[in-house]
């Protein structure tokens, strides 16, 4: 069997020389049997460019997939998949590659040109649609203690709800509209799910959240928003609190590429049982991703609470901090690593209680996923994470370990 490459497409990948400038050289007749790894990946670029060419964007991400999974630095072809899933207005893998790729070297054209796909990507952005669907398997999903007995007021205490395992499915789910008013301004409406079903129901947990405001779009990729904001959550299935307040957040790039977001809230919260949490609850996050380069991605993020409450053993303050890590190996492995470290203090003891609550807990997870095993658009991941708390007071320490299987699109 033999194909053709032109050796100007051969130069653009290899040497970065913008297609438009790449001049039409004779082709060069090689025999597919005789072609080296490196032969082969340059004729399914020349046939990518080709597909997207002849305006068939669709086709040439079917190549294009392998290509990035087999060569995730090489920008270039990164690049023509953002493009190609752009022209699909599939603008969430769009945006995923695109983002990725700011952390390569860039010309100022180059640059430009991504910053303008990702600005036209928000612009024309009217819904938003999030699902994820898991398997999870915990030890101790209750956040139980493990210790049998417990001493108060120096008498000792049996406990007959103690750590269990049990095994469900972890939904989320999310969906707005965006409707614009001006240029720059839209509205935002959103509705979300958190669901986690057990087969033991006395570990449900599931909260049904809704924002109400706007998004205001400036230069340099920056946004600001505001809005009202309500949530009701459940618990083994019944009534457990809600939740009703403001938010405002922004985001903007603060480096080439480097993101950063900040939301602040204010929520006041009523208990249908535990009435001494009832009260106010101010909140920030603070998050920063940085694009090392097209393969490695590193995260962190701030969170911070100030709880009033009814009762003085309930008011407080958390504070938590975070750091990750995402790897794309060659040939398709992606691999993240995600740790963190929070307290919780309170301002009283409770009753029965010597010492008020100062908890320290941690997690870490690490999660992997395979591009090359795709499903419909879908890759499944599967993953694990440890959680622990220590208390001074032993009632509240835990241990709990989740292993995870679904399914993600931003891959």
Same mark, same amino acid.
């Given at each position: 069997?033999?194909?053709s490459?032109t050796l100007g497409?051969?130069?653009?990948?290899?040497?970065?020389i913008?297609?438009?400038?790449?001049?039409?050289?004779?082709t060069? +007749?090689?025999?597919?049997?005789?072609m080296?790894?490196?032969?082969?990946?340059?004729?399914?670029?020349?046939?990518?460019?080709?597909?997207?060419?002849d305006?068939r964007?669709?086709?040439?991400i079917?190549?294009l997939?392998?290509?990035v999974?087999?060569?995730?630095?090489?920008?270039?072809?990164?690049?023509?998949?953002a493009?190609?899933?752009?022209?699909t +207005?599939d603008?969430?893998? &769009?945006?995923?590659?695109?983002?990725?790729?700011l952390?390569?070297?860039?010309?100022?054209?180059?640059? &430009?040109a991504?910053?303008?796909?990702?600005?036209?990507?928000?612009?024309?952005?009217?819904w938003e649609?999030?699902?994820?669907?898991?398997?999870?398997s915990e030890?101790n999903?209750? +956040?139980?203690?493990?210790?049998?007995?417990?001493?108060i007021?120096?008498?000792?205490?049996?406990?007959?709800?103690?750590?269990?395992?049990?095994?469900?499915?972890?939904?989320?789910?999310s969906?707005?509209?965006?409707p614009?008013?001006?240029?720059?301004?839209?509205?935002r409406?959103?509705?979300t799910?958190?669901?986690?079903?057990?087969d033991?129901e006395?570990?449900?947990?599931?909260t049904?959240?809704?924002?109400?405001?706007?998004?205001?779009?400036?230069?340099?990729? &920056?946004?600001?928003?505001?809005g $009202?904001?309500?949530?009701?959550r459940k618990?083994?299935?019944?009534?457990?609190?809600e939740?009703?307040?403001?938010?405002?957040?922004?985001?903007?790039? $603060?480096g080439?590429a480097?993101?950063?977001?900040?939301?602040?809230?204010y929520?006041d919260l009523?208990?249908?049982?535990?009435?001494?949490?009832?009260?106010?609850?101010?909140?920030?996050?603070?998050?920063?991703?940085?694009?090392?380069?097209?393969?490695?991605?590193i995260?962190?993020?701030?969170?911070?609470?100030d709880?009033?409450?009814e009762?003085?053993w309930?008011?407080?303050q958390?504070l938590?901090?975070?750091?990750?890590?995402?790897y794309?190996?060659?040939?398709?492995l992606?691999?993240?690593?995600? &740790?963190?470290?929070?307290?919780?203090?309170?301002?009283a003891?409770?009753?029965?209680?010597?010492?008020?609550?100062?908890?320290t807990?941690?997690?870490?997870?690490?999660?992997?996923?395979?591009r090359?095993?795709?499903?419909?658009?879908f890759?499944?991941v599967l993953?694990?994470?440890?959680?622990?708390?220590?208390s001074?007071?032993?009632?509240?320490?835990y241990d709990?370990?989740?292993?995870?299987f679904?399914?993600?699109?931003?891959?």
């Amino acid at each position: 069997m033999r194909l053709s490459l032109t050796l100007g497409l051969l130069l653009s990948l290899i040497v970065g020389i913008p297609l438009s400038e790449a001049k039409a050289q004779p082709t060069v +007749q090689i025999d597919m049997a005789s072609m080296s790894p490196e032969d082969r990946t340059l004729i399914l670029w020349n046939e990518a460019l080709a597909r997207m060419a002849d305006n068939r964007p669709r086709a040439a991400i079917e190549i294009l997939e392998p290509l990035v999974s087999a060569l995730p630095d090489v920008t270039r072809i990164r690049l023509e998949l953002a493009r190609a899933y752009f022209q699909t +207005q599939d603008d969430d893998k &769009a945006r995923f590659h695109f983002e990725r790729a700011l952390g390569d070297p860039l010309s100022d054209a180059d640059r &430009a040109a991504v910053l303008g796909f990702l600005d036209a990507i928000e612009a024309r952005k009217r819904w938003e649609f999030g699902v994820s669907v898991a398997v999870i398997s915990e030890s101790n999903p209750g +956040q139980r203690t493990s210790a049998e007995t417990i001493n108060i007021g120096g008498l000792r205490f049996t406990l007959t709800d103690t750590a269990e395992d049990s095994t469900g499915i972890e939904t989320r789910l999310s969906f707005g509209v965006l409707p614009p008013v001006t240029t720059d301004v839209s509205g935002r409406f959103v509705l979300t799910l958190r669901d986690k079903s057990f087969d033991n129901e006395d570990f449900d947990d599931r909260t049904v959240g809704g924002e109400a405001g706007f998004v205001l779009r400036a230069d340099g990729g &920056a946004q600001y928003g505001a809005g $009202v904001l309500i949530e009701d959550r459940k618990l083994a299935g019944a009534p457990f609190s809600e939740g009703r307040g403001i938010y405002a957040d922004a985001t903007a790039l $603060v480096g080439p590429a480097t993101r950063a977001t900040m939301r602040v809230s204010y929520k006041d919260l009523t208990h249908d049982t535990v009435t001494s949490r009832d009260g106010p609850t101010r909140a920030m996050r603070l998050s920063l991703s940085h694009v090392v380069n097209s393969r490695f991605a590193i995260r962190s993020s701030l969170n911070f609470s100030d709880i009033e409450a009814e009762a003085d053993w309930e008011k407080g303050q958390e504070l938590g901090i975070s750091v990750g890590a995402t790897y794309a190996f060659d040939g398709g492995l992606t691999l993240q690593v995600d &740790a963190g470290v929070s307290s919780q203090k309170r301002d009283a003891a409770a009753p029965l209680f010597l010492d008020p609550r100062d908890d320290t807990a941690r997690f870490v997870a690490v999660s992997a996923l395979y591009r090359e095993f795709e499903i419909q658009g879908f890759t499944p991941v599967l993953g694990v994470r440890y959680d622990t708390r220590n208390s001074p007071i032993p009632l509240f320490d835990y241990d709990n370990t989740a292993l995870t299987f679904g399914f993600t699109r931003l891959f």
